[in-house]
């Protein structure tokens, strides 16, 4: 792959594309085979590292999105009858595909997202990890048994596959996050109809193509399905739709509380990631070297634009000064650049709509009171001094703000930072807490005892809380999401496979006694 002026020529994108199998005129609808002429308008993907077209995406309507639930409900029976270890094994083959194309599909991801390479490589990494422990899950979907209070009774939980689930997904993690809740559902046994952003098809359809060919393979086709249209038309529809046991909507908490209030409003179930508003607590007993490298990975990696994303960076104040100094030091060191380039940190903005919003947010800032220290500008030209085209590129920010600021409370999404200060951990709590969203939170400090009242029921409030490592990356292992109007959610690792399963509580009585529970007497 030519990588000179680190931008690909137009015929190696065509390339990459194809190796993907993706046409230049592309259906973004599958069910039981690639829809020929999906209803919904056909969009242009615009790469937002150099403005240049990718491809154009014929995208389904509501129809397109009927058969794809038509598919799945029909396909449905056959997958909750395959044991799940079987199921199990034919994820495990999905992760043996996603390997072998690990960097055909980072390089679509950066072209698609702006993230910079090594951050694709590290979401298709993620996906294959998810997939993996899956793979281990399908083993063991345990139930348990409870000791019944009825001599001859026995009492157990068991755990069911729901059906078909539906997963919206948004553009900063265009694969990762689909496989979170795709790969673990699929081994519970559900059929996932998937709605990306309309920001990044290209990437769903690359995996869709990859995955639903295996499963197809093993004549499972249609237990995943891919419908790209617009939020405002299959987003909606899907919210609606009563064939849906459950929702699964990654976004701003915008989008997550028009999902909540629909689903609600026929008593379904959701499963919210929504958005996060994290803070670092600097302590001044931390390391700065570590402390300072963390926050940047935190603040700049995706641009910003991680919903993990280090937002506010709170000082205590007999450090706050030097802290600053070391701060605009780092981010002065940011290569900002096109996202292909090996040197680059920080890619792209995904469009000149978050370039627009970012300044209109740093106004406002600047307005209730904030102080720009550093950066905040956008860019025309790299770290080498090569002109960066499509308008996205922008210099990450860090302001001097302070609590009274609205705009401390609202998650902005991309890279800026506010710095704030505390006297003690108790205040430094309390600013972490002080926001609507609770996702992820971060300590930095040599105090055993400073991590663990962070750590304790009176510390964070968030869903994610850390030890001296940044707020964002985290593995898959763990459950990830949040509290408050982070939406209460937790997918990927852990036990959170309980989401896409229905407990039933079994009692069987094999005696030939019928003695009621409570010690209840009715007998006549
Ligand atoms: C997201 O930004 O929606 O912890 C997901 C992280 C990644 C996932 C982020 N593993 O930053």
């Avoid at 689909?178 to 990306?196: E, L, R």
């Avoid at 006297?423 to 400073?450: K, M, R, W």
Wanted: glycine share 12%.
């Amino acid at each position: 792959m030519n990588l000179l002026d680190a931008s690909l020529e137009r015929t190696e994108v065509r390339r990459l594309l194809a190796r993907l199998g993706i046409a230049e005129e592309q259906s973004g609808v599958v069910h039981e085979e690639w829809a020929e002429s999906p209803a919904g308008e056909p969009w242009t993907v615009v790469s937002p590292a150099d403005g240049g077209d990718l491809a154009t995406v014929r995208s389904g309507a509501e129809e397109d999105y009927d058969d794809a639930v038509y598919v799945a409900q029909r396909v449905w029976p056959r997958w909750r009858d395959c044991p799940a270890p079987r199921r199990g094994l034919i994820v495990r083959e999905m992760a043996e595909a996603l390997r072998m194309a690990q960097e055909d599909l980072a390089v679509l991801i950066t072209l698609e997202t702006g993230k910079i390479l090594a951050e694709s490589r590290g979401e298709v990494q993620e996906m294959i990890d998810v997939a993996d422990f899956a793979v281990g899950l399908s083993r063991q979907l345990y139930g348990r048994t409870m000791p019944s209070e009825r001599p001859g009774h026995r009492l157990m939980e068991q755990w069911h596959p729901l059906g078909v689930i539906g997963c919206l997904t948004a553009f900063n993690f265009p694969a990762a996050v689909w496989s979170w809740n795709a790969f673990v559902a699929a081994v519970c046994g559900n059929c996932v109809v998937w709605k990306p952003s309309e920001r990044t098809p290209l990437t769903a359809i690359a995996v869709q193509k990859l995955c639903g060919a295996i499963l197809a393979r093993h004549g499972y086709g249609g237990v995943f399905t891919l419908v790209c249209g617009a939020g405002g038309v299959v987003g909606e529809r899907m919210a609606a739709d009563r064939r849906l046991a459950l929702v699964a909507a990654t976004g701003s908490t915008g989008v997550g509380r028009r999902v909540a209030e629909v689903v609600g409003a026929r008593l379904g179930r959701t499963l919210l990631e929504l958005g996060g508003n994290n803070a670092a607590i600097v302590m001044a007993d931390a390391d700065p070297r570590l402390a300072v490298r963390a926050l940047l990975f935190g603040a700049v990696g995706t641009a910003g634009q991680r919903c993990t994303s280090i937002r506010r960076i709170l000082l205590q104040r007999s450090v706050a000064g030097e802290y600053r100094e070391y701060l605009v030091r780092a981010w002065e060191k940011v290569r900002v650049g096109h996202p292909l380039a090996a040197q680059s940190l920080c890619g792209p903005l995904i469009d000149r709509a978050a370039v627009r919003r970012m300044q209109e947010g740093l106004r406002a800032m600047r307005e209730q009171g904030g102080e720009v220290l550093y950066g905040g500008e956008t860019v025309e030209r790299d770290y080498e001094g090569k002109p960066l085209r499509g308008g996205c590129y922008v210099r990450p920010a860090l302001l001097n703000s302070h609590g009274g600021m609205a705009a401390v409370r609202e998650e902005l999404f991309a890279p800026v930072v506010h710095l704030m200060e505390f006297e003690d951990l108790d205040e430094a709590i309390a600013l972490n807490n002080a926001v609507p969203q609770g996702l992820a939170s971060a300590i930095f400090t040599g105090s055993v005892g400073a991590a663990e009242q962070f750590l304790s029921p009176r510390g964070s409030d968030c869903g994610i809380a850390n030890v001296n490592i940044g707020t964002s990356g985290a593995e898959i292992g763990g459950a990830f999401g949040g509290e408050k109007e982070t939406g209460g959610g937790r997918e990927s690792g852990g036990d959170s496979w309980k989401a896409y399963m229905r407990r039933q509580t079994a009692t069987i009585n094999s005696s030939r006694e019928l003695p009621l529970a409570q010690g209840i007497r009715f007998d006549l």
